[in-house]
């Protein structure tokens, strides 16, 4: 019985820690990108583009983290 409560703190530190990296990678990239818009109005096509980029990278670490704490909680 105490292994499957280890295991349940397991899932939730690996998602918890699996997560505060890209919260904070995509709020820094977030933030600059509206300096960056309002510095350069102009070249918002390209500023909007790498910041999709650069949000769909940071996401897929989070998603990473999500598969790791459910193979951790179903294997």
Do not use: D, Q, T
């Amino acid at each position: 019985m105490p292994a499957e409560g280890l295991r349940e703190l397991a899932v939730a530190i690996a998602i918890a820690v699996g997560a505060i990296g890209p919260a904070l990678g995509i709020g820094n990239l977030a933030g600059r990108a509206m300096e960056a818009l309002g510095r350069n109005p102009e070249a918002e096509p390209a500023i909007r583009l790498n910041m999709i980029l650069g949000l769909a990278f940071a996401e897929a670490i989070a998603i990473y983290a999500l598969v790791v704490a459910l193979i951790i909680k179903f294997v």
